[in-house]
């Protein structure tokens, strides 16, 4: 059975409130049956160096990806992966990780491509729960199997293909990478490895809004008025729009989706993984370079 | 001449990983992570001196200092959040500081392929192990002029 939402004044504002706790709700959670907390990083090791208590480990690069094909697992896959985590169709599964819950965001997408129903995210992410000086262990949790069913992943409304970003051309679209990234000036992330993009530039059309606006000094979102201000204030988005944000290999651009799919409650966000790792080397698809869109 | 044999200090660690089942290289990787020798303080105050490596996913600064004999010192600096990182600049130390120049020249860029980490770690993230190394190589270069 799910468990109650987090009932903090800062989160009521948002259009869908149960999909953040707090750090102070979680620690009181812990205990509860029926949650599950699970780790997602960059960094493959730090879940390691110690995590939550009782939390499972979650690899975005080793465990949610198709070894072979560049995609997801597949229902098989993601049914026999929850499994091994101990995680039931109607476990409360609550993310968090390290960069601002880039990770956790991503692993929260692809949780939603399968429909698991009550999957939240902790804010402020890994970075608050330490900064509080809240308990970290190295044990490793002992949690039973469980069954999770076989159910198919669904992408066709949260997630976007090249070539309906193609026909999505004239439409609203966010590019979440840094300026440099967006202009063509850089090919990668500031200090990133460039991760094999032959052009630099944008999708044309696309708006340019950092991930990392959406994000305070101590990794938790901005509240829902100043997310207004940033998004339709400045990038001209109106919450009837439908909706394709991208980034490099879409997991910065997860972050922007649950901005705007959960806290802002726009209905129609897709995000488009193959990113610009895809788009820049794509043959035969038109790019822009420079500042405008 | 084509580099394509590792010292017996590498071997040894590419040893100690291959010998080991998967689980247990992810633990290893972890204690090389923690055994990274702290910086000098001619560093550690200075870290301007020191080369930024942007392939690591996390910041990881190095330096390396040949000296009059012909072997070199390396040196490196990554923030404990980011345990991969400091694992396989921890390997690269272990394996290669101190030896003899030449020594480190003729490691073969793609050894870190050798460790069976590969599909634990990701492709991805194991290039920033190439990347210290050829930048290692670099800098020898450089200074040896």
């Known amino acids: ?293 | 001449m084509t580099a394509t044999t590792l010292g017996p200090r590498l071997q040894e660690v590419v040893d100690d990983f291959t010998g080991v089942g998967e689980q247990d290289r992810l633990a290893l990787l972890l204690e090389f992570s923690a055994g990274l020798p702290p910086l000098p303080a001619r560093y550690a105050e200075h870290r301007d001196r020191m080369e930024p490596v942007p392939e690591c996913q996390s910041p990881l600064f190095l330096a390396v200092e040949v000296a009059a004999d012909g072997t070199a010192h390396l040196f490196f600096d990554a923030p404990p959040e980011a345990p991969t990182t400091r694992g396989f600049a921890s390997i690269l130390q272990a394996g290669l500081d101190g030896l003899p120049a030449d020594d480190i020249l003729a490691t073969p860029g793609e050894f870190s392929s050798q460790l069976g980490l590969t599909g634990l770690v990701s492709p991805l993230r194991l290039r920033g192990m190439a990347a210290m190394l050829a930048r290692i190589k670099r800098q020898i270069r450089d200074q040896r002029g």
């Open chain 1, 1 to 293: 059975m799910a468990l109650p939402q987090d009932p903090a004044p800062r989160f009521q504002d948002y259009a869908r409130p149960e999909k953040l706790v707090s750090t102070g709700w979680l620690a009181e959670h812990l205990e509860d049956p029926g949650l599950v907390v699970a780790e997602s990083d960059e960094d493959v090791l730090l879940y390691d160096t110690g995590h939550i208590p009782g939390a499972v480990k979650l690899d975005w690069h080793t465990e949610l990806n198709d070894p072979v094909t560049r995609d997801y697992v597949d229902g098989a896959g993601f049914a026999r992966l929850m499994s091994e985590k101990g995680i039931s169709r109607d476990t409360t599964l609550v993310l968090y990780g390290d960069r601002n819950n880039w990770w956790a965001a991503y692993a929260l997408w692809v949780c939603t491509l399968f429909g698991h129903p009550d999957v939240r995210l902790l804010d402020g992410g890994r970075a608050k729960w330490g900064a509080e000086g809240r308990p970290l262990t190295t044990d490793l949790p002992q949690r039973p199997r469980s069954d999770y069913p076989v159910v198919d992943r669904d992408d066709s409304q949260l997630r976007a293909f090249r070539d309906q970003v193609r026909s999505h051309l004239g439409k609203p679209l966010i590019d979440v990478r840094s300026p440099g990234e967006y202009t063509g000036e850089l090919l990668h992330m500031p200090d990133y490895p460039q991760e094999g993009a032959v052009r630099g530039g944008h999708i044309p059309g696309a708006r340019n809004v950092p991930w990392s606006r959406a994000a305070a000094e101590d990794a938790t979102f901005r509240p829902r008025s100043e997310l207004t201000g940033i998004y339709e204030g400045e990038a001209g988005l109106r919450p009837d729009d439908d909706v394709v944000v991208y980034c490099r290999i879409g997991e910065r651009s997860s972050h922007t989706w649950f901005v705007l799919h959960y806290l802002l409650g726009y209905p129609q966000v897709r995000n488009y993984d193959g990113s610009w790792t895809e788009w820049g080397n794509s043959v035969g698809v038109p790019i822009t370079q420079g500042e405008k869109p």
